[in-house]
């Protein structure tokens, strides 16, 4: 009766959207997928260090996720996440760029090929938060930063006051990563993807490291 119960319980709690999409993503399905790459030059210093780089969108339980997969990889302080995703959750984004701030982690935008070298990509929406997170965030000649209004994914929530909170916790994120204010109103400024030009992102603080050109 007791495991009937606690059974009974559990199945309540997965059918609702919200937890069953969490469980999907963490144990099921993840939407990202990672891979370890040894030696990574993203700025073209001529130092390669090991990489985690990770594609894909970010879901609701991406960060848990995330966490795991740079466990696995044991980057240490400066070492690089390589980030290429259309966006997603934005408060899982957010967690995922504090994890990477904590660990003094590096990032930067495009994919890696067989070789292991770097290929332009985009990292627009949500997955600009993650990008802030790097101690250093170098800018990968090619690829791109795409920025846009915040709306709120909740059906039937007032979308003036939901706009405000997620504005007001966005710019307290950035301005703690250090990035500057003009972000977040290029944010606000457009509903559609604002693509961030290299000088652009470097004036705003958000690039802090605009790649050597190789």
């Known amino acids: 009766m007791i495991l009937g119960s606690i059974g009974a319980q559990a ?4 059918s609702k959207p919200e937890a069953w999409a969490y469980w999907k993503d963490l144990y099921v399905s993840p939407s990202m997928a990672s891979s370890e790459v040894a030696s990574l030059d993203p700025d073209n210093s001529g130092r390669g260090r090991p990489a985690l780089a990770i594609t894909g969108q970010i879901g609701p339980a991406t960060a848990s996720w ?14 690089t996440v390589l980030l290429s995703s259309p966006g997603g959750n934005v408060g899982q984004a957010i967690i995922m760029g504090e994890i ?10 495009g994919t890696v090929d067989s070789a292991g070298r770097i290929k332009p990509s985009y990292c627009a929406s949500a997955c600009v938060m993650t990008f ?9 000649e090619g690829s791109k930063l795409g920025v846009h209004r915040f709306v709120s994914p909740k059906p039937g929530a007032d979308p003036t006051a939901s706009a405000q909170r997620t504005l007001g916790y966005v710019l ?3 301005t703690r990563m250090g ?3 003009s972000v977040v109103e ?3 400024a457009t509903e559609k993807i604002r693509w961030l030009g290299t000088g652009e992102a470097s004036a705003m603080n958000l690039v802090t490291d605009p790649a050597r050109k190789s």
């Open 172 to 174: 307290s994120y950035m």
């Open 186 to 188: 290029a944010m606000s």
């Open 66 to 79: 995330f966490r795991e997969k740079l466990d696995e990889a044991k980057l240490s302080p400066g070492d």
């Open 11 to 14: 199945y309540q709690e997965l």
């Open 100 to 109: 990477i701030r904590s660990r003094g982690l590096t990032t930067a935008v």
């Open 132 to 140: 802030a997170g790097g101690k250093v965030r170098i800018g990968v």
């Open 179 to 181: 990035v500057a204010s």
